[in-house]
């Protein structure tokens, strides 16, 4: 049997024995001992279920009311109450914490093995089960100390270093939103053709610049056609529509671009494009340990095909999961969404919370949540900035003002300016025969 002789037949009467005698021990244990699993002796896993039953109940845990629950072992609970004193009671409950780990760890381990062997099987889920197993036997804790001295530490830290914040590197949003936190979510969403993935990819860049870590999982565009946008964005005079058909006429250019992001990128930005689920995603930032994830976009994570749960449900566990990842790795975390069609049938096209696709949860989530708004694509006629103007629409932000901030854009170029006059001059520079 696997995880066979790792338990503690003390400790599992030990622990009951306490509650038996003291009540009130039973919420100490209860903070090692997450499920009935953790006892390895039926008998014990039994009386343990018998006393969650009654505290459900509010009836008092002892002998008598455990004897109506389990026939036939009363003179077994009577052995139980014979311990000296309750004193270890908690380290008696990191024991059997510990074992049942331990057992876990044994069968997830053996699983491995059995479907390793395989090419066809994806051990992806199972990895990340044995990292969470390890993770929690490094640590076992389960009850966490509260420190204020330490707390108060670091709120500090936080509020003169703003080690905590990550910034955008355009001023007219970072200007609203302060910075992203670490250990929390901001959204970027908006329609086709309003440039959202240009967006981050250009947040990207300025982090992968000022020294920061970022990984991307590109699920609507392969890996190259995001490098091309980088390629553009390093570039002079060359275009996003040159590079994808025209590229030959500018390879020296192009070669010049390419060796700028080696030796910028190298180490600091990290791409997929062939990650489907969640397992592989939480496995390759696990890995890297970035300082910054950014997902284009989670409405194209796969789950299994089993999992017949609403969209809504699905996209609602994935920002749940990704909130308890990013606080758990300190990173922050930029996830981008769609917006349902509701806003096309709307005068007014500017986004709001409510146009998010499966809005309820992700709005929920997010500490910011922020829209692409092109006006060109949308009225080039009434532009107010013309071909040039990119707003972004800060509608929610949790520890700050929201408000709307307009950005230089180039959509030839791919690349953001923090004002609309700076896009202007880039492109006449690099390109004069552009017509404004």
């Not at 086709?192 to 999982?217: C, D, Q, Y």
């Amino acid at each position: 049997m696997q995880g066979l002789g790792i338990f503690s037949d003390e400790a599992e009467k030990a622990v009951l024995g306490c509650i038996l005698k003291d009540d009130k021990c039973f919420d100490v244990a209860k903070e090692y001992i997450l499920e009935s699993d953790a006892f390895y002796i039926d008998k014990n896993k039994k009386i343990w279920e018998a006393i969650l039953e009654l505290k459900s109940e509010n009836i008092p845990t002892d002998i008598v009311n455990i004897s109506t629950k389990i026939k036939g072992i009363t003179y077994y609970l009577s052995g139980l109450t014979e311990i000296p004193t309750t004193a270890h009671l908690e380290s008696y409950s990191k024991q059997i914490h510990s074992d049942w780990l331990r057992r876990k760890l044994v069968k997830q381990s053996y699983e491995i093995v059995n479907k390793a062997s395989d090419d066809n099987n994806d051990i992806s889920s199972l990895l990340v089960d044995v990292h969470d197993t390890t993770s929690n036997m490094l640590n076992l804790e389960p009850g966490q100390r509260f420190d204020l001295d330490t707390l108060l530490s670091m709120t500090k830290d936080s509020l003169f270093s703003k080690r905590n914040l990550t910034t955008t590197g355009f001023a007219p949003i970072d200007n609203i939103i302060s910075g992203m936190t670490k250990g929390e979510i901001t959204i970027f969403a908006g329609r086709p053709g309003n440039a959202k993935t240009t967006t981050v990819a250009n947040i990207a860049r300025n982090l992968v610049l000022s020294g920061k870590k970022v990984v991307m999982f590109n699920r609507e565009m392969p890996n190259t056609e995001m490098m091309k946008k980088f390629i553009a964005m390093e570039s002079e005079g060359i275009t996003y529509h040159m590079l994808r058909h025209n590229a030959v006429t500018s390879k020296s250019e192009i070669e010049k671009s390419l060796n700028t992001i080696k030796e910028k990128y190298t180490d600091k930005l990290f791409m997929f494009d062939n990650i489907r689920n969640l397992e592989g995603t939480f496995r390759e930032i696990r890995r890297i340990k970035p300082d910054v994830v950014i997902d284009d976009h989670i409405g194209l994570i796969e789950y299994p095909t089993n999992d017949m749960r609403d969209l809504r449900l699905k996209i609602g566990d994935t920002s749940r999961r990704y909130k308890w990842l990013c606080k758990s790795e300190q990173l922050s975390v930029i996830l981008v969404s769609q917006l349902n069609r509701n806003i096309e049938y709307r005068t007014e096209r500017i986004p709001k919370l409510s146009d998010l696709a499966e809005s309820g949860n992700l709005e929920q989530d997010a500490e910011i949540v922020a829209f692409t708004h092109y006006p060109w694509t949308v009225n080039f006629e009434n532009a107010k900035n013309g071909k040039y103007g990119l707003d972004i629409v800060v509608a929610k932000n949790r520890y700050g003002s929201t408000g709307k901030a307009t950005v230089g854009f180039s959509p030839d170029c791919c690349t953001l300016f923090d004002t609309v006059e700076e896009a202007e001059a880039s492109v006449a520079k690099q390109m004069p025969d552009v017509p404004f």
